[in-house]
Structures are given as C-alpha cells and as structure tokens.
C-alpha cells in the first residue's frame, strides 16, 4: 500500500519561498507508471493541481500555468521522495498542499495535507 | 484549460434514495482521463473511480460512474449516512483540473 507523508513549515512570510517535501513508501519514485504530484485546495481556488514529475527514461516535469514562473518539483530518488518549492507567495498561495500519486490519470494516493499559511 | 462545472451546488437527499451527480467540461474529454473523488471534512479526498465507470479498489458497488465527450455521471444507487460528503470531478487532459464540487447533504 502506497503512503505518502509531507513535511515542512506551516507559515511562510509573503514574498519568500514555500517549502515542502512528500516522502513515499510503498512505491518508487522511478515507476514509469505513476507520476508524482502535487495539488493544493482553498475555499477560493477548490482543488488545484500544481505540477508534477514523472521518470519516463529522465526526469520530465509539468507545471501548471497559473504557478508555471513560480514553482519548482524536484525529484530525490536517493530517498524516495520529491519536493515543490513555489517562490514569491503572497497570501493567495495560503492552502491546504497535498502530494498526490497519479495512475491511470487519476489520483489514487494522497497525502494527509499540510496547510501552508501565507502571513507576515 | 478544460473547465468542469458539477451540478447541482448542493444535493439534499435521504439514506437509501439515489443520488445522481452531473459533472459538464468545456470541451470533450477522453473517458479514460475522467474521475471522481469523495472528500468528507477533515480529510483527504479519495478516489471512487477512475477512467469514467471503473471503481477504484474497496469502493462499494452502489457507487457508478458513467458518460462520455462532455458529460459525466456520478450515481448513488442507495445511500448509505457514510456518503453524505462533497463530491468532485477530475479531469486529466493537458493539465488536469477538477470540478467546484457537488455538497451531498442529509435532507
């Protein structure tokens, strides 16, 4: 059974960067099947997907267009798990952040979710 | 981006009546890139079915999806108090996107 476990600071002052990183078990980050990604939920925004990152012979990453000149998704395979990193967050970015694993285009796995606060 | 619209906002309905959940996109999506997710508060939203009609693994069968091209169909056949929660659609095209959501409540 996949789990997915985050990690990282709950506050963030506006203008810095937003930190997290999801750790996985029961799975490889290398599986040419799955991609791993993540998805942030607000009252004003829903569920929003962020990006991703999938091993299919390399690395490929894709970003959503809202955060795409904002965030970074970094795969770890030494530890097997993957970070995001979205720069210049404003309180708009505030959220609850999930990992998620995709199969089948769709997301089958999930993390417990951190909520990230933007706030001087 | 592919926009889903889910109606109705706000479903009220009672145990063991069946509940039908609308999802609309702005353009055609392949059946295989459409899913459903139950998310109750407090938690993570879990997946009920993928690929537009396929349960995902320990979902009961009361639960069914249906559709193609535009429109989708979540359907309850008899519910059961665990199923009061809200209810979303995804979409996995270029970028994937999900439905504002659909609030299943105990009438």
Known sequence: QVQLQQSGPGLVKPSQTLSLTCAISGDSMSSNSVAWNWIRQSPSRGLEWLGKTKYMSKWYNDYAVSVKSRITISPDTSKNQFSLQLNSVTPEDTAVYYCARDFRWSFDSWSQGTLVTVSS | ?107
């Open chain 2, 1 to 107: 981006e592919i926009v889903l619209t889910q109606s109705p906002g706000t479903l009220s309905l009672s145990p063991g009546e069946r509940a039908t959940l609308s999802c609309r996109a702005s353009e055609s999506v392949s059946s295989s890139h459409l899913a459903w997710y139950q998310q109750k508060p407090g938690q993570t939203p879990r997946l009920l079915i993928y690929g537009a009609s396929s349960r995902a693994t320990g979902i009961p069968d009361r639960f069914s999806g249906s559709g193609s091209g535009t429109d989708f169909t979540l359907t309850i056949s008899r519910l059961e108090p665990e199923d009061f929660a809200v209810y979303y659609c995804q979409q996995y095209g270029s970028s994937p996107s999900f439905g504002q959501g659909t609030k299943l409540e105990i009438k």
